[in-house]
């Protein structure tokens, strides 16, 4: 097994998407909207409007197909896009595979994964309404990095809640938010009600998503000068995203090929919309050459459209948000402490969501033991060293190209390499001395977090 | 200050040089021959022929102008060459300059700096000479990475000694290479009669690049199965970096400008003549539009080309290879603890130092606080974080920038980036947090070093 052969399809500055694609357009049927707890109405915008700006507001609702990227965005983007496609000729032949495998890279970001797709818009259209500083939450930190950059980008400050325990373990991910300018906090804080509230009952939590959250939002919705900004599940956040699979679209046409099969990581959904969501609609629009299928692929120890449940639940865990219809574990659903921090989410965005349950999209859970022999063989043929969250989606396309070599076929695999593993290598180290583990995720742990489901499903 | 208006130059694969340049063949006079320390005389072939393969030994003596780049090695560049020069515009406002300042950025190969551009031909000239396996050491783990990569494109075994000291405190880096499947031994070890000896001497030493050099060799020297590989100095490895100004030439073409200044940061001298090379070659021919200047930069903590002087000395700290007629503050010299460990040299290339001793390429030397202030100033307006040595080149850029603000003059400027600092953020940690200091380094140091050059010097 060894490194190159691969072939690279380029694209020069002038193809960057000018308009990013929204999915809704172009669904069979529109997905369930979100609902205010208390009344079981959808909220009143002027709720949102309280930490987003009126932008995203409006394209979180838009059922228009396509949506202008401002220009201040694109020249943003410029750094680093369009990302390269590589076709894997090492991995393929290392698999002794008749398929052509493809991958989208979006580790030459300059945080290091798709995440600046979305913060940098975010940063542009807050800073146009007028706001000055930006709060967030960040688990592993890839998110809050992105933002900590974009945020830079158009002279905003930034808070970025930190969960305890990854604010002790990566520090570097917090030195790279530090050295773009953010003030990084370890979250449960001081500095709101809901860490102080967290911190009396516990004075050693760890913190998790859910309360960094709380603190992020609870800042934002009390400070004017102040918004919240998310990194995946929402409708604009998905959007965004689009520019990565309308750039594999345009790439494919260079290499003459289609994919039969486009794969991608899902934890909240924003990296597989992003490659999916253009191909998806030329198939929903009747325009796509092939019968492309469309597999998203989670944890098997956070298995939320494979093991969870389609029904209304809260998007955070302590279950402050707006009610979203979408596959969730619970809310309370805690997932065991796998390396890829990035799918530890128990619900999945509501576009996504919707089109499992449609039947458009499938899903597959893997363990992470089988993920980090994918990502080692990988790192091995393509060179790449990739983040634990990408390896899901080298795993899932292993798995096609197996079935292709299986089957006879020359099928054409699309996968997303959504970033590197520069800052994961301690999960690489456990790995590769044996002490990686994979969890057994007992149903009845399931199902009692589905029993705290609230009771306003009306679907 | 505020990040993006950069704008891209981009080739295609069909612009990556398919050529290596030998300035050697433009050198108003060549650069003395290296001598056998005992003898006196240029060392016999077949000693360099113990360790390394016969292309190498005859690029390293070749005065070719043009040295093809062979397929299968550019098979392998193709992953992440040709790699982007961007016009830093951001950086050009926050200084207020009306000059152009551009950038080459190498951080885009898989391990992270312009190391692969000779690692991966190297490795493919010792397969090519039935060679299974290479020994090389490494300090702050860059090169040996690069190694790792390229050996296991060529499925070659690799043995990398890796300065004990930088073993325990850069275990990121050591991963990376595990990860491509490199074996890495802390140095000293007691795998060879040198790190035995070293360890009988001090049980708790330290390590060194010397000694980690002499392992390295001397493993390589007594088995027929191994070479050894070197990742700087020697003109060979200064050639195969040709292909980063090669391109460099090309995309200012795009641009439709050209550098008044070269700017690159100096250790062993293969970044800088990467960069500088070809556009010194130009004007060398009588070929350049301009009057171009070179400017090698350096820490003041490790002042070659500055303080040192221009003399025959051994390359290795111990005394065991070829003399060199180059820069050096003496074999002896150990510089303080910097954090841009590939700059920490006694000596610098022949090639680049006998351009120094004609005049035809400037030196400077950079304190790290300034070098640090500088990189965290472009990581916050172009995005990226930069490694410690290449912030060395962005500092001899900002104040060339300034330069020409203070003179009122466009001038154009070309630094090179030649990698990324993701594996360095605890050095940002010490310059954010005020803790970072600079080194004095007293004149009688050096003095005493110098003192203990051999004393064969015949130039």
Redesign the interface.
Known sequence: ????????F?L??ADIPTRWYNVVADMPSPPPPPLHPATGRPPDPQDLLAIFPPDLVEQEVSSERHIAIPE?VL??Y??WRPTPL?RARRLERALETPAHIYYKYEG?S?A?SHKPNTAVPQAYYNRRAGIGRLTTETGAGQWGSALA?AA????LDIRVYMVRVSYGQK??RR??M????AEVVASPSTLTASGRGTLDRDPDSPGSLGIAISEAVEEAASRKDTNYSLGSVLNHVLLHQTVIGQEARKQFDLAGDYPDVVVASCGGGSNFAGLAFPFLGERLTGNAPKETRFVAVEPAACPTLTRGIYAYDFGDASGFTPLMKMFTLGHGFVPPGIHAGGLRYHGDSPLVSKLVADGLVEAQAYGQVGVFSAA?QF??S????PAPESAHAIKGAVEEALAAKRDGAARTILFGLSGHG??D??A??QY?SGALQDFELPTAAIDQALKELPAVDRA
């Open positions: 097994m060894s490194i190159g052969g691969a072939t690279r380029e020069s500055e201040p020249d943003i410029r750094l590589y030459v300059p290091g950059f830079r980008s158009f002279d520090p570097y030195l790279m530090e050295t773009w300018g080692v790192a091995r393509e060179g790449i060293i520069h800052f290598l301690a690489y180290e590769l």
